[in-house]
């Protein structure tokens, strides 16, 4: 089974770039979409053999997921039960029969770490939400996490320690997720640095690769033994973003 979570920075601009292409290119099973901007009626759709679910933020032209799946759920949940929480379209819910899938876009700290108590508590009530469905089935959770977990995963540790996205406080709310089972799929194969999947469309950081690995696919501990593979596709362009992958056997 092929899994795909990638943050398009707009759905619709990337529908009139590759999206198409890319789509049968890839052909995933399950495709998990952040950033959207925008609501189903928004777009026309253009991906035969799936069906497209969506959770579009309050605010329009603002945040939102989507998901993809040739695979047809058992159900599909919005939100996360929190009604401050849920205003911006963030976590999006499909229940399969082996697993519960989960697309989400975590909030940004934004500059000036204005919004960090709110990740901070985000961080938290999320990963209650994540157990709270592992007590019935396997998780898996995807999208832009929007932290760099540790100083490999991204090019200039250093120079970023207090910057939003590789706070203490951010990495931390990663760790637990870590301490509470989770497994970073990507690190399951490729210890190495080097290796991002959002670079900053300044300077050219894509070109010379200084970039930042704040995309990703947690699973439950209990899925370790179905890992198959775990990528990034750094050569897919039409976002700041690239796609990150997983093979499930």
Not at 185 to 197: D, I, L, M, Q, S
């Amino acid at each position: 089974m092929k899994l795909i979570s990638w943050n398009v920075n707009g759905l619709r601009a990337v529908m009139r770039k590759n999206f198409a292409e890319f789509l049968t290119a890839e052909a995933p099973d399950i495709l998990a979409l952040q950033e959207t901007k925008c609501t189903e009626a928004d777009v026309v759709p253009d991906w035969p053999g799936y069906s497209a679910f969506f959770n579009s933020a309050e605010k329009k032209g603002y945040s939102g997921t989507a998901i993809l799946s040739r695979i047809p759920p058992l159900s599909v949940s919005t939100g996360i039960g929190i009604a401050e929480h849920d205003k911006e379209g963030r976590v999006l819910t499909a229940e399969f029969e082996s697993f519960y899938f989960v697309c989400v876009y975590v909030p940004n700290s934004q500059r000036e770490l204005a919004r960090l108590p709110y990740r901070q508590d985000w961080d938290r009530v999320f990963l209650s939400y994540l157990k709270g469905l592992e007590e019935r089935k396997p998780v898996i959770c995807c999208g832009d996490l929007n932290v760099a977990h540790e100083e490999r995963d991204l090019a200039r540790p250093k120079d970023n320690t207090r910057n939003h996205g590789f706070t203490a406080e951010e990495r931390s709310g990663f760790n637990a997720m870590m301490e509470a089972g989770f497994v970073d799929t990507f690190r399951a194969f490729e210890p190495n640095g080097g290796h991002y999947t959002w670079w900053s469309p300044m300077s050219k950081a894509r070109e010379r690769n200084i970039g930042w690995r704040i995309d990703y696919f947690l699973a439950s501990g209990t899925l370790r033994s179905r890992l198959a593979g775990a990528s990034i596709l750094s050569g897919v362009t039409g976002s700041d973003h690239c796609p990150v992958t997983l093979q499930l056997s």
